[in-house]
């Protein structure tokens, strides 16, 4: 076989939860298959202020650290201004995002603007609305993003890519089969079967077993013998968090990832089950209403919703254009409230916040007492920080504290059925910390290497 033929590498992702860069070449076509930013990339060299200077100087400091790859053709010229890797024409056809997660699609700001990016058309919703409510630091650049469907067949090259819908944490996920010139490639992206939507994981692998693929790139985020988190479903946490909202008096706080809009869902129905009403943040609004245009999900409108509220911050000194939306209509609107609405109607409420927006509750002031559910993972790391600081918070605000949390991703066993059951002639582990363990499937296995090719 030519060096022209079949390739895999995978330069993010190896060994490794998250930051996603998969490299897949067939002939003179290459494409990358999600380009995430690895969690905890930057920890050993940064810290708190202490930043990579990329705004000013681009991808020099992550080279200086070989944080990143240094690729030809790849990155933007403004990126390899100050390095000493020299610009050249983009020799990449495409970037494919699987979904919007910050560890699958963070990088491709890095990315020469002039290499299309594809993606699912709800996730380019939700990219354009991270954009309008990030901040300054969140851009993906200015390239031309072209929104794909389940059953769409996008060629590029010498490759027909198929996305098919699966079921995360986040709407508009996809994972890929990939009509090659030696055969087709499946790859899963991130992806669960004990969700509301477990019929679209499915399809995905009936699709990608009937294609007898060459090649399977698999996650495996719960694959470890030992993973000391519960097993539940969404329908578990509804349950769970219901029976913890009914027999309370007070108010009723909940923390999750806000592009959860399954987990929105949820809460909203908990509200509604307890007569209660669900506040989330003109960010978490923004988001929603962005997505409403989308016809196939079903998304709440916090706008018409009866058991929905929309909490603005009160003293912002120079709000953005997604506050200001709702600040204007404070008053007027019987959506949206402040925090001394909250406080007055701490019973009737469900309160939703994130970590980084914890301060709210010190003009929302809770009663001691007051519920708070954590709806996300436990902590991987016995000294985790944001851990420490979250337990400061509840013990100062004297919260009664609850874990309720539905994992976005395949149980180690589902992950392994789904490769026996898809049964490629070989598979390539990533996004995990247990490659290994995979040889426990029925078929050949490759773990990755961290930026070495692999023929196919
Ligand atoms: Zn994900």
Known sequence: ?????????????????????????DRDTRVFLDFGEPFGLKDD????????????????????????????????????????LRYSEPEFDAVFISHMHFDHVMHIKFVDDKIPVHLGSAAERIRQSWEATGGNNVTFGDHEFKSFRTGAK??????????????????????????????????????????????????FVRRAAEEKPVAMICEGTRVSDADPREDLSEKDVEERAKRLVAGHKKL?????????????????????????????????????????????????????????????????????????????????????????????????????TDFMQLAELIDVGPSPGSLFIRSKSEPFEEDDVQEEVLKNWI????????????????SMREIFDTVNR????????????????????SCPVQPPEARKKISL
Not at 270 to 293: D, E, P, Y
Request: glycine share 6%; net charge neutral.
């Open 1 to 25: 076989m030519s060096s022209k033929a079949l390739s895999v590498t995978v330069y993010g992702g190896a060994d490794q939860i998250g930051g996603n860069k998969i490299l897949l070449e």
């Open 45 to 84: 060299f940064f810290v708190d202020w202490l930043q990579p200077r990329d705004k000013r100087t681009g991808l020099k400091d992550y080279f200086h650290f070989d944080l990143m790859p240094k690729i030809r053709g790849l990155y933007g010229p403004d990126q390899l201004e100050d390095t000493d």
């Open 154 to 203: 996008v060629k590029v090259g010498s490759l027909e890519v198929e996305p098919i819908h699966v079921d995360h944490s986040v709407p508009g996920a996809y994972g890929f089969v990939i009509h090659t010139s030696e055969g087709c490639v499946a790859y899963t992206g991130d992806m669960r079967l004990h969700g509301p939507r477990s019929d679209m994981t499915k399809e």
């Open 252 to 352: 009723a706080i909940v923390s999750f990832y806000p592009k959860d809009v399954d987990r929105i869902r949820t809460f909203r129905d908990v509200a509604r089950a307890s007569r209660r009403r669900f506040v989330i943040s003109t960010k978490v609004a923004h988001m929603l209403q962005s997505l409403k245009g989308d016809k196939r999900i079903d998304v709440p409108d916090p706008m018409a919703d009866p058991n929905m509220l929309v909490y603005v911050r009160s003293g912002l000194a120079r709000p953005q254009a997604y506050d200001k939306v709702y600040l204007d209509r404070l008053g007027s609107s019987d959506h949206i409230v402040d925090a001394s609405y909250v406080a007055k109607h701490q019973d009737e409420l469900i309160f939703h």
């Open 395 to 410: 013990s100062w605000f004297k919260l009664d504290f609850h874990q309720a949390h539905a994992s976005g991703h395949a």
């Open 422 to 441: 898809i049964s490629p002639k070989v598979l390539i582990p990533v996004h995990t910390e247990h490659p290994e363990l995979f040889r426990r499937c």
